[in-house]
T-cell receptor, first 109, second 114 residues
Framework: SQQGEEDPQALSIQEGENATMNCSYK?????LQWYRQNSGRGLVHLIL?????REKHSGRLRVTLDTSKKSSSLLITASRAADTASYFC?????????FGKGNQVVVIP | EPEVTQTPSHQVTQMGQEVILRCVPI?????FYWYRQILGQKVEFLVS????????KSEIFDDQFSVERPDGSNFTLKIRSTKLEDSAMYFC????????????FGQGTRLTVV
């Protein structure tokens, strides 16, 4: 089954800096999504990138997808304290999503 | 903005007891899901549900688990004879259509089995 796997890193950055996190997966995909989870809360969909896209922007988010390397990155620009959360990539669709372990990002005001 | 709601937010139960986790998906959505997240681990797919039957289930979703849509709004996950290792956050999600990859998640129910 498809599976997203983030680099198991915890990021601690200053407000205003950029945060980058990566995700790799194992099988071919139709799309890849990124979700955010604030502490003890549910998952919030951030952005979806399709397999025929290489880059996508949404506000301060930039997602790239390299299907040849089976990897994706999420960049948050000009980070804010409210961006403090765990970020998950997910692959799949239709009946199920496969999530990675998540990257914890702490933005220090 | 429509949202998926889950109750209770936290449930503590004795090992061996049965629990029912409740979810109200977004009203016009047709596909419903349960996921769980053991503390510090990945979010794992449990089951998907459409047209009053299970569409797909993972290897985690064994005979201990069942799902039901008892009325037009609720979607429940029943765990029979709970075990310590069932302690986790359980998330309900819904999508409008099959093949719509973006899922809308509830806030989760934290289940603690003691």
């Amino acid at each position: 089954s498809q599976q997203g796997e983030e680099d198991p890193q915890a990021l601690s950055i200053q407000e205003g800096e950029n945060a980058t996190m990566n995700c790799s997966y194992k099988t071919s995909i139709n799309n890849l999504q990124w979700y955010r989870q604030n502490s003890g809360r549910g998952l919030v969909h951030l952005i979806l990138i399709r397999s025929n896209e290489r880059e996508k922007h949404s506000g301060r988010l930039r997602v790239t997808l390299d299907t040849s390397k089976k990897s994706s990155s999420l960049l948050i620009t000009a980070s804010r304290a409210a961006d403090t959360a765990s970020y998950f990539c997910a692959t799949g669709g239709n009946n199920r999503l496969a999530f990675g372990k998540g990257n914890q990002v702490v933005v220090i005001p | 903005e429509p949202e998926v709601t889950q109750t209770p937010s936290h449930q503590v139960t004795q090992m061996g007891q049965e629990v029912i986790l409740r979810c109200v998906p977004i009203s016009n959505h047709l596909y419903f899901y349960w996921y769980r997240q053991i503390l510090g681990q990945k979010v794992e797919f449990l089951v998907s549900f459409y047209n009053n039957e299970i569409s797909e289930k993972s290897e985690i979703f064994d005979d201990q688990f069942s799902v039901e849509r008892p009325d037009g709004s609720n979607f429940t996950l029943k765990i029979r004879s709970t075990k310590l290792e069932d302690s986790a956050m359980y998330f309900c999600a819904s999508t409008l259509l099959q093949g719509t990859p973006q899922a809308f998640f509830g806030q989760g129910t934290r289940l603690t089995v003691v």
